[in-house]
């Protein structure tokens, strides 16, 4: 009995196995993907337009360098227009309104993938009435800066 157990759990890794390093690969290859999105939302939170454009124009490199097997097409592009705005725009308004786009997609992919070892915390703003991710639980909203810097609360950890 305990060797059938035995073979049947191993078998069992085994086939299992290769989602794991899929797993493991994948979040390799976005982990970057949510350090660029923080790089942006981090810009937002201070009001700097010039560094949400530059972190977008890295965001934009990081997700074209995603292999498709780990991001799907639709999703990248997704992604990629969103971000492609925020990095050709020097309006903070307008930014931030395309990170609410942006922070839509991203969610999406956190709720899919894992992306990060650590958590990942969804963050709701009632003023703005749209979500964005966090590393830390500490609310500093990139919708509205130093306004309303505490505005908002955290919904869920992904």
């Known amino acids: ?3 059938l157990f035995f073979s049947v759990a191993l078998l069992g890794l085994t086939i299992l196995q290769p989602c794991f390093a899929q797993d493991t690969t994948r979040q390799t290859q976005l982990s970057p993907l ?3 999105y923080y790089d942006i939302k981090n810009a937002l939170i201070t009001g700097n337009t010039t560094s949400a454009a530059e972190g977008a124009e890295q965001f934009v490199k990081t997700a074209n360098g995603i292999s498709h097997t780990d991001l799907s097409e639709g999703n990248r592009d997704a992604l990629l227009k969103d971000a492609g705005e925020i990095s050709e725009d020097n309006n903070i308004i307008h930014q ?3 990170f609410a786009n942006l922070s839509v997609n991203m969610i999406a992919l956190a709720k899919s993938f894992k992306l990060s070892s650590q958590p990942v ?4 703003c009632p003023m ?3 979500y964005w991710l966090s590393s830390e639980p500490i609310i500093k909203n990139p919708y509205y800066g130093s306004a309303m810097l505490t505005c908002g609360s955290v919904k869920e950890t992904l």
């Open 1 to 3: 009995m305990k060797s």
């Open 34 to 36: 949510l350090r660029s």
């Open 96 to 98: 931030r309104e395309l």
């Open 121 to 124: 915390y969804k963050i709701y």
């Open 128 to 130: 703005k009435k749209a």
